[in-house]
Every structure is written in structure tokens, then in C-alpha cells.
């Protein structure tokens, strides 16, 4: 065997053996194999009880973000695709009018909507602001549509889990929880996301976002629900709720944004305005052209 043909052959070699690491690559990344990650997940990521002192039983998985959303959805036997909206912000400087206000769109306008069209409502599970209200009219209405808070494991506490790091409690009438292996606020958003366009069955039925008052956090939930992605979540302002919902609200009135997260929401996103003074009834009707 002459040099130039055993060069040739250690070359061949070298590129099969190449392509086969690849390839294995490939079948081994839980992110980009659905099945495989399924597999991965389901039998680490077990359900378990959280036993809430009103009586009230929720169900929880814990998980890290990115995780296979099709395992974590299957995992805690939701239905999919099922229409899907998930609700950012909270009521951080609202006036006791517009709190009022509020209360009564989630009462009357989103949880009943979501009751009547079996829609799947996901949140950031704590108790409190609109996380609390949504969670209080689904509890004082006996409704049953699933509603599900994804919160960062590091900084909350339940019944069962002594937390000294924790500055929030779960709200006792969600149905479902999905903790994130996280320790800091924001560290839950990616997964609100995936499970929201997940639930949906991306794109197979309606998703939407609903933008109340919120601060740095709201805004990267509704970043990744705008600019990131192949499946875009429309979103539905709730203009004269502060903070972050008017300063975005302002910037799609006006066509005006500096900032560059502003810019890129406005410019990836289905961004619709509803003003609080509307009330319940333009509310129901905004659901209702969306998502029937």
C-alpha cells in the first residue's frame, strides 16, 4: 500500500467517525429529540401532592427550564392542544379603583371566559396580585378550567416545604404547579412560555398573553412571547394598569420606543390594547374574537 492511499483511508476514517459522533450527538440532546427527552424526564419528574390547609390539593411537578415541555404537560395529564392564555404581571401600585377594577375583568371577564371555552390559564402561581385574583374567582365560582402557576422553586414555600429563602407563598387555588430548579425571579419564564405554546399544541389552537401592570419580569415574559420563537403569542395589553403594561402601551400608541426590548416586542408581537375604564364586557368580546 502506497502513503497516498493510506492517508486517503485514515482520512475516510476520520470523516465517518466524524458524522457518527454527530449523529449520536443528536440522539442523545434531550432538547432536541421530543421522544428521547420524554423518556429522560418521566422517570425523574414524578407528580406529587401539595396538601394546602384550606383542603384544597393542588398538583406539582418540579423541573428544570428547558426541560421537554411535551413530558411535563403529559406528566401532569393535561389536555393538549387545548386553547391556552397565559396572564403576566401583577398590581404593584395600582389605586384601590383599579384594583377593583381589575378584579372584577378577571372575575367576570377572564376566569368566566376561560370557564365557558375550556381554556387552559397559566400564571406565576403566587399569592398574589392577578395570580391571587384569578385564583379567587375560579375558587369562588366552582370553575375547573386548569390553572396552572410556574414559579422558581428557590423562592417560594408551600405547605410542606420550609423555604428561608422564600418571598412568596403558592396560592392554595391553582390546580396545577410547575416549580422551576431556580433561585431568582425570571428564572420561571422561559417555561411559562413553552408550556403556554406547548398547551396549545403550537398553534393547532389559540394562545394568548395578557399583560397587567408587571415590571422586569413581565417584560421578559413578554419578550420571549414576541421576539423569540417560531410560534409568536399574540398579546392583550391592559392599558391604564401601570407600570410596564402602559409604558408598553404608550409605545405602541405612539409608534415611540427606546428601549430595545420595547422595540423588539412591538415589532415581533400582535399587541392589542384593552383599557381598564372598558370593562368586562369589551374584555369578553376581545376573548372572544381571538379565541372563537
Known amino acids: 500500500m502506497d502513503v497516498m492511499t493510506l492517508i486517503g483511508g485514515i482520512i475516510f476514517a476520520l470523516i465517518l467517525a466524524a458524522l457518527d459522533s454527530s449523529v449520536s ?13 420524554m423518556d429522560k424526564l418521566m422517570p425523574n419528574h414524578k407528580t406529587f401532592e ?9 398538583t406539582a411537578i418540579q423541573v428544570d427550564s428547558g426541560d421537554p415541555i411535551e413530558a411535563v404537560i403529559s406528566t401532569l395529564g393535561l389536555k393538549s392542544p387545548s386553547p391556552c392564555l397565559f396572564i403576566s404581571g401583577g398590581a404593584g401600585g395600582m389605586s384601590e379603583e383599579d384594583i377593583a377594577r381589575t378584579r372584577t375583568i378577571m372575575d367576570d371577564g377572564v376566569a368566566k371566559f376561560a370557564s365557558e371555552h375550556g381554556i387552559t390559564v397559566i ?5 398574589s396580585g392577578v395570580m391571587q385574583m384569578i385564583g379567587e374567582a375560579r375558587r369562588n365560582h366552582g370553575y375547573s378550567f ?9 423562592r417560594i414555600k408551600y405547605p410542606g416545604k420550609a423555604n428561608p429563602d422564600s418571598e412568596a407563598e403558592l396560592d392554595s387555588n391553582h390546580s396545577h404547579f410547575v416549580l422551576v430548579n431556580s433561585d431568582k425571579w425570571g428564572g420561571e419564564s422561559q417555561t411559562i412560555i413553552d408550556l403556554t405554546r406547548g398547551i396549545c399544541g403550537k398553534n393547532k389552537k389559540h394562545a394568548l398573553g395578557i399583560l397587567i401592570n408587571g415590571g422586569k419580569i413581565a417584560q421578559q415574559d413578554i419578550y420571549l412571547a414576541t421576539a423569540t420563537g417560531d410560534q409568536k403569542i399574540p398579546i392583550l395589553v391592559l392599558e391604564g394598569s401601570g407600570r410596564f403594561a402602559e409604558e408598553l402601551a404608550t409605545a405602541f400608541r405612539t409608534g415611540h420606543a427606546n428601549q430595545k426590548i420595547l422595540q423588539a416586542i412591538i415589532a415581533g408581537g400582535d399587541i392589542k390594547l384593552l383599557a381598564t375604564g372598558e370593562g368586562v364586557e369589551t374584555m369578553w368580546e376581545k376573548l372572544e374574537a381571538h379565541f372563537t
Open 25 to 37: 450527538s443528536m440522539r442523545g440532546d434531550s432538547k432536541t429529540n421530543p421522544s428521547h427527552g
Open 50 to 58: 401539595i396538601n394546602f390547609e384550606e383542603g384544597h390539593t393542588s
Open 146 to 154: 386548569p390553572l396552572i402557576g410556574v414559579a422558581p422553586i428557590g
Open 123 to 127: 400564571d406565576g402561581g403566587t399569592e
